[in-house]
Structures are given as structure tokens and as C-alpha cells.
């Protein structure tokens, strides 16, 4: 579902709704934990976006924002970072994977 809101506000808002945009997602599997457990890690970078000037509100209504920056979190007890950078959105997905038995 994160992944789902992440790709529609770029749509509207973002990389994939402007000609000059740029979209570059990765994601890796990597050990954090003492114990082994592992992490899926998800970078999701946006370049070449026309922002808002400084000052203002980013565009929409910030619930799709809410959803990832705090329900991921509390749910799945995943780490989520998000930053407006200069030219588009940076976020960080860390959602734990199930640890066996």
C-alpha cells in the first residue's frame, strides 16, 4: 500500500508527472539486527522536480504522508524516513521481515 501511495503522488505531485522528472527506486535485503534478522530496504529518490518555493506547503493533503511516516511504522514496525529535498522527495523504507518459527 506504501508503495502504492508513493507512485501516486509522484504521479500527481512528483518525478512522474513532470517532463523533466526523474524516478530511481532500489531496495536490498540487509542484516541490522545482532541477531541476523533482515531488514528489506526500499530507496526511493525523485530528481528533477519543480518544488514548491520555500515557505509553503507541499502540494495535497499530507494523509498519504501520515500513512508511511506513521501507520508502517506502528503496524509493521518499519523505520521511514522522508525528506523534500531541493528537487524532489527522498524516502527510506526499512519494513522488518518475519522472523522464523
Known amino acids: 500500500m506504501a508503495l502504492h501511495e508513493l507512485a501516486t503522488n509522484t504521479v500527481k505531485y ?9 524516478l530511481t527506486v532500489s531496495w536490498a535485503l540487509r542484516q541490522e539486527e545482532p541477531d541476523g534478522h533482515k531488514w528489506l530496504h526500499i530507496d526511493w529518490r525523485e530528481s528533477g522536480v519543480a518544488m514548491p518555493p520555500a515557505g509553503t506547503r507541499p502540494y495535497g493533503s499530507g494523509q498519504g504522508r501520515a500513512l508511511i511516516e506513521r501507520a508502517l511504522p506502528c503496524q509493521f514496525g518499519a523505520r521511514t524516513t522522508y525528506v523534500l529535498g531541493p528537487d524532489g522527495a527522498l524516502h527510506d523504507r526499512r519494513p522488518g521481515l518475519p522472523r522464523p518459527g
Do not use: F, I, K, N
Open 14 to 22: 512528483g518525478a512522474l508527472g513532470q517532463p523533466q522528472g526523474r
